[in-house]
């Protein structure tokens, strides 16, 4: 393990994409969808072998402050970092720059979204060791690019420019928005378009650099915030300051404008479970293609994913469908349709039916 | 009223068709499938006003009795005839025909099925009238046939002879199992043929002559059972004659046999509620041809039927599907495939999941 070596678990996501099982109080990043245990709990062992306790950092809305220390109690408490309204990942990052360089200014920081599906996890750890020693030898902002297997069209890509260390890193030519079918068909083909993981690696200081260039504002109001770290006044500043910065994503507010980035390569299987479809896409399949957790029976029944709780669920004549019961809602949805999931959530805000939020 | 005029409610059913609804402990004609109150219940309430209370008869699964005395309490707890165990129509007609004629000789009875839906009602109460008039006058045995209004591949259907009384009623030349769907149309458009509803009306004295002579068996063990109706042996004879009696329908003992029969054709809609589709079809729908009770929110969904319980029940693209709620388990089911329901129950018991059954 690396005594500089940092990483923070990006916990601040509000989704309703997974609705029924996703609700305000218990976003995507909180929930158990691939297994026993939490995806933010499943990020935080997977770094824990190479990335001691004491220098994980957590941000997350100081509404799930409470929730994230107990899902991860091993974590110092003061490492779990609560935002008082969502900025978005620059500020975020931001926030947890300070904190790290207080620590140690000649940190690495690797920054990981808390919501994401990771299979082979000695890669991934090698990887971001790769990505963290990289970033300390160059002084270059290091983003984690994933080979692409599918013609994917629901994740951003990063167009690879010229190789570093054989095929383990590349500069970075440009960064592409969601592209329709056939543009990402054509990426899969060229062998030179990765998918844009959201995971980072980079010094704290080049980070602080280059939001000071960038995004001046933020950095301006951060050093304000710095002062009052450890402070009696801290958390009205940091309130203060959130309330100011103008939201904005590390992507597009750092990545995209400097020349200073690298893009290593990823080679394990990542999914950022978008959506139900996403997660029924990767789910594990009986003899029958049905993917199902709780207690499910079917006759001619296929390629459907179905969460029970509390109820057995029985499929008569059903393909393509997804049905998930949480506690007192049940969505039955045609596979597919996953991005219309956040219209019954609408519904139910217009009609004030909290009890389903 | 007519002091002479009985009504039989046959309330013997044990279907598994509307599982997760109907449980072994609760079969259909115990269900509120299309409103507030069952079915059973319903159909004393329809012909309540031209029969008195202490002429309504049900008969019932012993293991039903308590259930048809708590839901029609208004019936004399003497008029509950519980069979010991399930013999198809024939002997349960002839049990009932036993305390008719105990009561009056020369009654006319009229059999109707506990589970089945009528619209019209006052037209249902005028044909059964007619159809017991019929019976008296005639000493035939009279049979609803209903009006048909679609090529139904689910109904046995009458074909009707020489007209009586205009064309209220006919003679019978014959009984048709349910057809394929080119038979059924041929029927439709043949106007010759009805749907056999399976109710019926004829005075006792004809209906026991009718058994004596064509189940000749079953007339014997009626007539020992008879002697010792409201006696203390009551309850173990008929045990006896019912583990004796062979399991028969009265279509095919005797309906099918006799030249002494009659239909009267019932203008009224009327469904045997066979099916989930079959409900499916009747249920009121709303502006998306959603049919549904309990709170439903659909995105996009159509031609659906949606009967929730405890939960929120949200759709999202989807058309063609029955979902059922019930206490402890939920039914998922593409229109049109109810006939596999039986194998979500087949599987229940293979794998004794007793609390699902």
């Given at each position: 393990?690396?005594?500089?070596?940092?990483?923070?678990?990006?916990?601040?996501?509000?989704?309703?994409?997974?609705?029924?099982?996703?609700?305000?109080?218990?976003?995507?990043?909180?929930?158990a969808l691939t297994g026993d245990k939490t995806l933010i709990e499943q990020t935080a062992d997977r770094i824990l072998p190479v990335v001691p306790p004491e220098n994980i950092l957590t941000v997350t809305d100081i509404a799930?402050?409470?929730?994230?220390?107990?899902?991860?109690?091993?974590?110092?408490?003061?490492?779990?970092?609560?935002?008082?309204?969502?900025?978005?990942?620059?500020?975020?990052?931001?926030?947890?720059?300070?904190?790290?360089?207080?620590?140690?200014?000649?940190?690495?920081?690797?920054?990981?979204?808390?919501?994401?599906?990771?299979?082979?996890?000695?890669?991934?750890?090698?990887?971001?060791?790769?990505?963290?020693?990289?970033?300390?030898?160059?002084?270059?902002?290091?983003?984690?690019?994933?080979?692409?297997?599918?013609?994917?069209?629901?994740?951003?890509?990063?167009?690879?420019?010229?190789?570093?260390?054989g095929d383990k890193a590349f500069s970075v030519l440009s960064f592409r928005e969601k592209p329709d079918l056939e543009t990402a068909l054509s990426f899969l083909e060229s062998n030179a378009f990765?998918?844009?993981?959201?995971?980072?690696?980079?010094?704290?200081?080049?980070?602080?650099?280059?939001?000071?260039?960038?995004?001046?504002?933020?950095?301006?109001?951060?050093?304000?915030?710095?002062?009052?770290?450890?402070?009696?006044?801290?958390?009205?500043?940091?309130?203060?300051?959130?309330?100011?910065?103008?939201?904005?994503?590390?992507?597009?507010?750092?990545?995209?404008?400097?020349?200073?980035?690298?893009?290593?390569?990823?080679?394990?299987?990542?999914?950022?479970?978008?959506?139900?479809?996403?997660?029924?896409?990767?789910?594990?399949?009986?003899?029958?293609?049905?993917?199902?957790?709780?207690?499910?029976?079917?006759?001619?029944?296929?390629?459907?994913?179905?969460?029970?709780?509390?109820?057995?669920?029985?499929?008569?004549?059903?393909?393509?469908?997804?049905?998930?019961?949480?506690?007192?809602?049940?969505?039955?949805?045609?596979?597919?349709?996953?991005?219309?999931?956040?219209?019954?959530?609408?519904?139910?805000?217009?009609?004030?039916?909290?009890?389903?939020?």
């Amino acid at each position: 393990m690396e005594k500089s070596l940092f990483a923070i678990i990006m916990a601040g996501g509000k989704g309703t994409r997974f609705w029924p099982e996703s609700r305000q109080s218990k976003p995507k990043q909180f929930l158990a969808l691939t297994g026993d245990k939490t995806l933010i709990e499943q990020t935080a062992d997977r770094i824990l072998p190479v990335v001691p306790p004491e220098n994980i950092l957590t941000v997350t809305d100081i509404a799930y402050r409470e929730l994230v220390r107990r899902l991860l109690p091993w974590i110092p408490v003061r490492n779990v970092l609560a935002e008082p309204v969502g900025r978005n990942t620059a500020p975020c990052i931001g926030l947890a720059a300070l904190h790290v360089r207080k620590k140690d200014p000649e940190a690495v920081m690797l920054v990981l979204p808390a919501d994401h599906l990771i299979f082979e996890e000695e890669d991934f750890r090698s990887t971001l060791l790769y990505a963290a020693d990289l970033a300390r030898r160059t002084k270059g902002l290091v983003t984690i690019g994933i080979r692409p297997t599918a013609p994917e069209t629901g994740y951003g890509y990063i167009e690879k420019g010229t190789p570093i260390d054989g095929d383990k890193a590349f500069s970075v030519l440009s960064f592409r928005e969601k592209p329709d079918l056939e543009t990402a068909l054509s990426f899969l083909e060229s062998n030179a378009f990765f998918w844009n993981s959201g995971m980072f690696a980079w010094k704290v200081s080049a980070i602080m650099e280059a939001i000071e260039r960038y995004l001046p504002d933020l950095h301006e109001r951060l050093l304000v915030l710095e002062k009052y770290l450890d402070t009696p006044d801290e958390e009205r500043v940091l309130r203060e300051v959130y309330e100011a910065v103008t939201p904005i994503s590390i992507d597009y507010g750092v990545m995209e404008k400097t020349d200073n980035v690298l893009m290593v390569t990823g080679n394990f299987r990542w999914n950022d479970l978008g959506s139900w479809d996403a997660l029924a896409d990767i789910y594990p399949r009986d003899e029958n293609d049905i993917g199902g957790r709780g207690l499910v029976i079917t006759v001619d029944s296929t390629n459907s994913l179905v969460l029970g709780k509390d109820k057995l669920i029985a499929l008569v004549g059903i393909k393509d469908l997804v049905v998930v019961e949480s506690d007192n809602a049940i969505l039955v949805m045609k596979r597919g349709r996953s991005q219309d999931v956040r219209k019954i959530v609408k519904q139910l805000e217009n009609k004030s039916m909290k009890e389903y939020l």
